[in-house]
């Protein structure tokens, strides 16, 4: 049985996608320091799968341990790169750490990789490598410019995706594929797992859905004076299920054929675009739910209005998100109860 390594794997969007490789026969291993995840996300992974995925607790940047611990399994076929500092205004603050954590981390996993002959990586990085794209890169698409990143953390995807390009022009037996994932929301529809944010959260939908239960007084709509429909910011807000889905699509790929390139690059997202005001009506609608909210400033460094063209993904992968925004924000809300019980 094909065994695959995820680091980051207890994270949100690992955990999910831990779910999506089981079911479709993999075994996993899962690599994670639990810096920004729970223990306990591997029985919401058992009570959904049946069984349970092997965990090593550790840190990735940490060599002398992975290559121990890689010794161990010789069933690697593909390893999916999670594992990363993701909060961009802490990355601000504390650049070193991001650059330690997600660049050190990624050198020292292709070096284990190498050591190994372990030949497949799937990577997690984002469509903020865009920054704002210009009109006629709206929707953009994989040719739309890389621009100077807006904070480290955006810099380290930037960096991760040369050092991989620079790895695989340089050792012919790697390849790669790079995800640039848009706005993902949402969570297991069984409620099992889902996004656990740390402290008071960044992103809008946990702001959302701990707003609806009261745990925070009022959600803040940063800005209502963009040049958009309704004035307050546009992304393209995906289903973390439909993600995932495109990881084991993309392993499978690399498993199955030959890369056209060696390294190859993906946008994941729906293709539409939502404002945030679309998106707080459209949450208070489903679930019948108020959000109290207020309009205030901009928020610095955010970008007006992005959202994928998704069809370098559709067409070549064989992948579609198909979940409908209504039944994305209803998972929210119900992960929110859940974890509110
Ligand atoms: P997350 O924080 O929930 O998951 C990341 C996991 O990695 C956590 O469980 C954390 O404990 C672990 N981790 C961090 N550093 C580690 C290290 N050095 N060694 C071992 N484990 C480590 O984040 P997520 O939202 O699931 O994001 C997963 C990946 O996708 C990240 O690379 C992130 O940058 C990228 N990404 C996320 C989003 C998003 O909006 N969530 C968007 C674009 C890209
Ligand atoms: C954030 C990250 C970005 C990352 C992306 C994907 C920043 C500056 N950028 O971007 O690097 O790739 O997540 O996960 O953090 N909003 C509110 N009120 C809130 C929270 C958010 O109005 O309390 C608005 C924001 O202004 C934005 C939208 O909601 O328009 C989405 O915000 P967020 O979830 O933080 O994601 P991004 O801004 O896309």
Redesign the pocket.
């Known amino acids: 049985m094909a065994r695959i390594l995820v680091?980051?794997g207890?994270?949100?969007?690992?955990s999910h996608t831990v779910v999506e490789l089981m079911q479709s026969g993999f075994e996993v291993l899962i690599?994670?320091?639990?810096?920004?995840?729970n223990i306990q996300v591997l029985d919401g992974i058992e009570k959904i799968v049946g069984r349970r995925p092997d965990f090593a607790q550790?840190?990735?940047?940490d060599l002398p341990k992975m290559r121990e611990l890689l010794e161990k399994y010789t069933d690697i076929v593909a390893v999916i790169h999670?594992?990363?500092?993701?909060a961009v205004g802490e990355s601000v603050e504390k650049p070193l750490l991001y650059y330690r954590?997600n660049v050190l981390?990624l050198v020292n996993l292709l070096e284990v990789m190498k050591e190994r002959g372990i030949t497949n990586l799937v990577f997690?990085?984002?469509c903020t490598v865009y920054g704002q794209p210009s009109k006629e890169h709206l929707p953009v698409d994989e040719t739309a410019p890389i621009q100077p990143a807006l904070s480290p953390y955006g810099n380290t995807k930037q960096i991760n995706e040369e050092i991989i390009r620079d790895e695989a022009h340089a050792d012919s037996s790697l390849n790669a594929i790079i995800l640039r994932?848009f706005?993902?929301i949402g969570a297991h529809p069984s409620a099992l797992i889902g996004e656990l944010p740390n402290g008071v959260p960044n992103?809008l939908l946990p702001f959302v859905t701990q707003t609806a239960a009261g745990l925070r007084k009022e959600l803040k709509i940063f800005g209502n004076d963009y040049n958009t429909p309704d004035g307050s910011c546009i992304r393209d807000y995906i289903n973390v299920v439909d993600l995932a889905k495109a990881h084991v699509v993309a392993v499978n790929r690399m498993l199955k054929v030959e890369l056209r390139d060696r390294v190859e690059y993906f946008n994941l997202g729906t293709g539409r675009g939502l404002s945030v005001i679309e998106i707080v009506d459209t949450f208070e609608k489903v679930t019948g739910v108020k959000v109290p909210h207020t309009i205030v400033g901009r928020r610095e460094g955010d970008i007006e209005k992005v959202w994928a063209d998704p069809r370098k993904a559709n067409e070549v992968l064989g992948w579609k998100a198909t979940a409908t925004v209504e039944e994305t924000l209803l998972s929210a809300w119900n992960w929110q109860r859940h974890l509110s019980e």
Do not use: E, H, R
Request: charged share 10%; aromatic share 10%.
């Open positions: 680091t980051g207890t994270g949100y969007i690992g690599v994670d320091n639990l810096s920004n995840s550790l840190d990735v940047a999670f594992a990363a500092s993701k954590n981390s997690s990085s984002s994932y706005n993902p992103n």
